[in-house]
């Protein structure tokens, strides 16, 4: 008889390497077979149906964490789970709705809302968000990618790092695999940029992402044919998983990029997850969410009157 822990197991199993559908027939079955839901098991669900992309799931899902005893307010590791899945449904006044309510947050609540808020063009919402963030103290980690060279050799790269001993080749590699890539119809996502900038800086940062110059090395120093594995500290962006399908394809690469949250396998131009990248069609405006907008707003005053953000914000940001 299977216990929790080989449920729980199989589930976040099947989340972590892009399969949700699987994971949640797994968690259809745990259910069936009478056995409790924890922490874990519900944060692989959540997972799962954030890849899905569906708002039904995230309804079916939320009705499971309250029968189960969890409210995602009350509770940060699933409450983060929960922005998350929320803000990738298309639903992201139920994510701010959480964050708002949460008595305690993590660095994974603070960047889904501002990825939430930046991936639907909320701007003002987004330079809310750092402003409460510098004040709250909070630090954002740097993106760092890793690869494996010669000889087992770990070599780390940061974003927009040109330090390398071989950044001359890296930046030369980087060059001609994306106008390879751009002769084939590849176009820069500028909205994987959470900053209001101009487009030719947007066209800058992404170019200096940390697994794009590990790919661009990863290249250059392995043989032919050779699989390029590169481990993430952050989670991939939209435009850094297009390329990777892409160089996957016009290279004959097989390329493994494991992030902060799941295994990506890139092979002849397409990845394991499905390339589930795409931001839901439900339009997240100011215009559409006139409440969430001024929810945001009177944080904002509320904090400029001295009242205090613990019940409100923290910070993160995302490279």
């Known amino acids: 008889m299977k216990d929790i822990v080989a449920w729980t197991a199989m589930v976040t199993g099947y989340a972590q390497n892009a399969k949700p559908k699987e994971a949640l027939e ?78 305690e947050r993590n660095v994974f609540s603070y960047s889904s809302m501002i990825v939430g808020f930046a991936m639907h063009g909320m701007w003002d919402d987004v330079s809310r968000v750092r402003m409460l963030m510098r004040k709250k103290g909070f ?10 060279g010669q000889k087992g050799v770990i070599h780390e790269f940061f974003a927009g790092d040109m330090n390398h001993p071989k950044s001359v080749e890296i930046k030369k590699a980087l060059e001609d695999l994306l106008a390879r890539l751009k002769h084939q119809g590849y176009q820069p996502n500028l909205s994987s940029v959470p900053y209001n900038i101009s487009d030719d800086q947007k066209k ?12 661009a090395f990863g290249l250059i120093s392995s043989c032919a044919g050779c699989v390029i594995r590169i481990v993430k500290n952050l989670r991939i962006c939209e435009d850094c998983h297009v390329v990777m399908c892409g160089a996957s394809e016009i290279t004959g690469r097989e390329i493994i990029i494991r992030d902060n949250l799941r295994f990506h396998h890139f092979r002849d131009g397409k990845c394991s997850c499905g390339n589930f990248w795409k931001p839901p069609e439900t339009c997240c405006s100011r215009t559409a969410f006139p409440k969430l907008h001024h929810w945001m707003v009177k944080i904002v005053t509320h904090d400029a009157k001295g009242l205090g953000l613990n019940s409100y914000w923290g910070c993160d940001a995302l490279s």
């Open 139 to 148: 630090k954002k980690n740097p993106a760092c990618s890793m690869v494996e």
């Open 204 to 215: 800058q940062l992404l170019m200096a992402h940390s697994e794009k110059l590990a790919l």
């Open 26 to 103: 797994v968690f259809e079955r745990m259910l069936d077979s009478g056995v409790g839901v924890d922490e874990v098991t519900l944060v692989g669900v959540v997972s799962a149906c954030a890849q899905l992309g569906a708002a039904k799931y995230a309804e079916w899902v939320r009705d499971i964490a309250d029968r189960s005893g969890f409210d995602p307010t009350k509770n940060v590791v699933v409450g983060s789970a929960f922005i998350d899945m929320y803000t990738k449904c298309g639903k992201l006044e139920d994510a701010y709705w959480v964050f708002r309510g949460m008595t």
